[in-house]
C-alpha cells in the first residue's frame, strides 16, 4: 500500500491562481511531484525560478526543482524544506525533502537520470545521501559528491514570498550555502576512489542536455548549486 498520498493541506495564504491549481492538484503524491519536474525542460539559463515562473514557463534547474518541489510537498501536508549537496570538480545539487514515517525520502530536478527521487525509506538525513553517491560523478568519471547541509525550512521565509516571487531565491540560496554542511568521506577514502563505470556513466547522463553539464577543464573545482539543475 502507498503511503506517501497526503490529504490536501492548506497554507496560511494560498497564493495559486485557478490555472497554477489546476496543475498542482494534479501532483497527488511525491512520486507524482517527480514526475512533474523530470519533464519540465532543463534550464541552462544563470537565474533561478520560483515555483510560480516554473509552472508559467516548464523549465527548471535544480535550484528551481529544489522549490517547486518543496511548495509542492507542501500542499501535500509535508513541511517545506530543501537541502544542498555540495561536489568537487562538478556541480551542487538540491534537494527538495519530506519524511514518511519518520524516514526520509526527496523530489528533485537533475540533468541526469540518477539524482533525482528517492523513496521515504532511508533512516537518517545521511543515509539518503549516500544513495546518491555512486550516481554523483562528472563527465570525466569522478565521484565527486563530497558534503551536505543541514535542511532548510522554507516556511519562516514565507514573507519573503519564495513561492511566487524570484527575487528572493538567491537570498535564501545564500543562506543554504552558509548552514552547516557535513562531510561525506574522509581524505583517505576520497584519495582512493575508483572512477565510474562507463555502462553507469552513460545511464546517468542518458537524455541530458550537455551544455548544462559541468565540465572540470572549463572550470577547475568552481561549483555552482544550479548545477545538475
Not at 551536505?148 to 516556511?155: D, E, G, V
Not at 584519495?191 to 547522463?205: C, H, N, R, W
Not at 541530458?208 to 568552481?222: E, N, T, V
Request: proline share 7%; aromatic share 10%.
Amino acid at each position: 500500500m502507498k503511503t506517501t498520498t497526503r490529504k490536501r493541506a492548506k497554507t496560511a495564504a494560498e497564493p495559486w491562481s485557478p490555472d497554477e491549481l489546476a496543475v498542482l492538484d494534479e501532483l497527488s503524491s511525491p512520486f507524482r511531484i517527480q514526475e512533474f519536474l523530470s519533464r519540465l525542460d532543463y534550464s541552462t539559463e544563470p537565474f533561478y525560478r520560483s515555483p510560480r515562473s516554473v509552472l508559467r514557463d516548464r523549465r527548471a534547474n535544480c535550484v528551481d526543482g529544489s522549490f517547486f518541489g518543496a511548495a509542492a510537498l507542501r500542499r501535500l501536508g509535508f513541511p517545506p524544506m530543501i537541502a544542498e549537496l555540495t561536489a568537487h570538480k562538478d556541480d551542487d545539487h538540491l534537494l527538495a525533502l519530506f519524511r514518511v514515517g519518520g524516514c526520509w525520502g526527496a523530489v528533485a530536478k537533475s540533468n541526469t537520470t540518477v539524482l533525482r527521487f528517492r523513496e521515504p525509506v532511508f533512516r537518517s538525513l545521511r543515509e539518503m545521501v549516500m544513495s546518491y553517491f555512486e550516481f554523483y560523478f562528472n563527465i570525466t568519471g569522478d565521484k565527486t559528491l563530497r558534503t551536505y547541509s543541514q535542511p532548510l525550512r522554507l516556511a519562516p521565509l514565507d514573507a519573503l514570498g519564495w513561492m511566487t516571487n524570484d527575487e528572493p531565491l538567491d537570498g535564501i540560496i545564500d543562506r543554504l550555502v552558509s548552514a552547516r554542511h557535513f562531510s561525506v568521506l574522509t581524505p583517505k577514502q576520497i584519495a582512493s576512489l575508483y572512477p565510474v563505470d562507463p555502462q553507469v556513466m552513460e545511464a546517468g547522463f542518458l537524455g541530458a542536455d550537455w551544455q548544462g553539464l559541468y565540465d572540470p577543464a572549463k572550470h577547475g573545482d568552481a561549483s555552482t548549486p544550479a548545477g545538475k539543475a
